[in-house]
């Protein structure tokens, strides 16, 4: 049965990628009606929000957009960047909601920033704790344990990622209409936009509980 999860759960992962690309691809054909880039949006909601100490600055990669408490950077792809597109403003604006949240101390991305350093350290030795479980699952069960315990505070990660992601949707959808950046006719397609990101992390938390039960279940079957 948990095979045949895995399974659904990579094809729905393929799916929701690719999904992802092809609505990039539609919206960054739609030009905003005031020719305003990617940068041009940050900068503005940054600005309009009180938010003061952060940079905007341009990253290699494709929709590699992120925001950097540590040097306070929204850092927006070139894709993005330079881009006049309604794909374009839908992710400057959503980048900038994480500084905005950083800024007025939101509570869940409070959490998720204090659990950066455990697992960056559960990520790095984890793979190499389970395999070692696994092994000697029989003699040292207590490693295995230890593996399950690191990833399942990846796993947790991946959940507390839900609600920041989607209140940082949000509030870039927010102010996109209260700005005057988005209006009827490309209100929906922003959403749309940012609703196929959001996707993408749901399917990658699910997809680490249904790891971290296989896990579960290897270590509760190990005497049988």
């Not at 960054?28 to 905007?56: C, F, H, I, Y």
């Not at 330079?82 to 994480?98: F, K, Q, R, W, Y």
Request: proline fraction near 3%; include cysteine; charged fraction near 15%.
């Amino acid at each position: 049965m948990i095979y045949i999860i895995f399974i659904a759960i990579a094809i729905i992962s393929w799916i929701v990628q690719a999904r992802l690309q092809s609505k990039f691809k539609k919206y960054s054909q739609v030009p905003l009606r005031n020719g305003m880039t990617g940068r041009d949006v940050a900068e503005k909601m940054l600005r309009e929000n009180g938010v003061d100490g952060v940079s905007v600055i341009s990253t290699r990669g494709h929709l590699t957009d992120h925001f950097n408490p540590q040097n306070m950077t929204v850092n927006l792809s070139e894709s993005v960047y330079a881009s006049n597109s309604i794909a374009a403003a839908a992710v400057a604006a959503h980048e900038c909601g994480h500084a905005v949240q950083h800024a007025r101390a939101y509570a869940p991305l409070k959490m998720r920033s204090a659990l950066v350093p455990v697992v960056s350290f559960a990520s790095q030795w984890m793979s190499w704790v389970l395999l070692a479980g696994i092994l000697t699952i029989n003699v040292f069960p207590q490693l295995m344990l230890a593996g399950i315990i690191l990833f399942a505070l990846t796993t947790l990660f991946s959940f507390i990622t839900l609600p920041v992601e989607i209140d940082a949707s949000r509030r870039a959808l927010a102010w996109l209409d209260e700005a005057g950046i988005t209006d009827y006719t490309t209100r929906d397609q922003a959403r749309d936009a940012l609703k196929a990101a959001a996707y993408t992390y749901v399917v990658a938390a699910l997809g680490s509980l249904a790891t971290l039960v296989y896990y579960v279940m290897i270590f509760l079957g190990r005497r049988e």
